[in-house]
């Protein structure tokens, strides 16, 4: 239901005291008094600690710096008078027992009365006496729609012209954003480059980087690794292509669904934490990466606030991607884990985000160990799809090869022996096929030389791949690939 519509519904039904969480203290003022002119007809009362009642000339600075007054006005209007009293940042007072005592006398008058309560705060604090009166009612960002007329009606006040689509990239880049912060934003692009351009976007994203530096379990992730970085896996590749521009405004359109996430699973080094690198650089969409570790440190009963916290978070960047790496370590033995069942209640809230989830906050989770994965999470409707990431094959290592040689030799990169190299580097890892290139180049560095094919072969001889030292986990990991209830990251079938 829409904010309108479920403000007018509690304002008819005589519900006392309304709570709204909002950072947005001058938009919904505004959203509050355009309902109540097309819908209902009530005085408004605003009042503030400061400036005490406003905009009513009768009572004008009545009850400054005195919240217990400013309930004493709510009795004095007449009682046939409908009213509407907004009291903005009152929840800072509700813990005090003077205030929290006379606002459960005031609401008995309220439920006889056509009056209403509404106060407005950054945050939810609300005593537990109190909680049985109080109605939460939440104040979303702005909408896309209310997002594009802020684009228009700027970009018309300065007689400029933008393309369809590069006016669809800023309104997506502003999502997330409150319309003060969107302007202001827009005021330092102006002030800056002179007009709206491209370069508002990289803007745009900076100022969601700073909202998401005042948490401490999301951190903004670069994202500058392109998809030619990545080597091998076709369909997985294919898979993404087919998606990259499913959160524009012409894919809702056309009636698609926003895509929901993925969940890679392979060993260590196989391109799983890479992938979520691209993706967010081909979609071009903030990556937020979740520090699991940070998310259950603390105290009892604090890691399901530090979730919530996350899914606000993520939600207000939307649309973003969430990266959850090593997901299997955060939930592995959750039954065992003494913490008096605090890991399955942040699994089941997880859990039940993951399915009902109607923000555009597209979910990468990693895995190594299928065997610590909750059934729930693999279950179809948390992720739009299960790829297995295996160990690249002879022609996906030549590639591999090559993308690492042409970063460290751009000018000479075509000399090495591809054929022998990817012939000696069976079972390593894309991120252990890297490493064989370095030890190399440091041999050689020694040595005072340009290093060789070579010296790589003999880096390959050298270093024992995690694949052959876990070998019963990779033998796991294929034969669960291979009973069709995941899906392949690479075209090959794998031969065991």
Known sequence: MAFN??????????????????????????????????????????????????????????????????????????????????????????????????????????????????????????????????????????????????????????NLQVESQLLENLARACQGLSLERIRRVLSKVIAAYKT????????????????????????????????????GLKNLKDWLKKRQFAFGIQASNYGLPTPRGLLLIGIQGTGKSLTAKVIAKEWQLPLLKLDVGKLFAGIVGESESRLREMIDMAETISPCILWIDEIDKAFTNSDNRGDGGTSNRVLGTFISWLSEKTKPVFVIATANNIDALPLEIIRKGRFDEVFFLDLPKKDERQDIFKIHLQEFRPNSWQLFDYEKLSELSESFSGAEIRQTIIEAMYQAFYEKREFMTLDICKALNELVPLANLESQQMLKLKNWALSGRIRLASVKDIYI
């Open 5 to 158: 519509d479920e403000l007018s519904l509690f304002l008819r039904a005589r519900y006392p005291i309304l709570y709204i969480t909002t950072i947005e203290e001058d938009r919904v003022e505004y959203t509050i008094r355009k309902t109540i002119k097309i819908h209902l007809n009530r005085s408004i009362y605003s009042w503030d600690f400061i400036d005490g009642y406003s905009n009513n000339p009768n009572n004008d600075g009545f009850g400054k710096r005195n919240p217990l007054q400013a309930l004493e006005l709510i009795e004095r209007i007449n009682s046939n008078t409908p009213a509407l009293f907004i009291l903005k940042d009152f929840n800072k007072f509700l813990t005090d027992l003077t205030i929290s005592r006379k606002l459960r006398n005031v609401s008995r008058i309220l439920k006889l009365q056509p009056k209403t309560i509404i106060i407005i705060g950054s945050e939810l604090n609300i005593p537990k006496e109190l909680k049985d009166l109080i109605t939460i009612l939440k104040f979303q960002l702005p909408s896309d729609s209310e997002i594009n007329d802020e684009l228009i009606r700027l970009i018309n006040s300065l």
């Open 196 to 231: 709206i351009d491209e370069n508002s976007i990289s803007v745009l994203i900076a100022e969601k980087k700073e909202i998401i530096g005042q948490t401490e379990i999301l951190e903004y992730w670069p994202i500058n690794e392109k998809i030619i970085n990545l080597g």
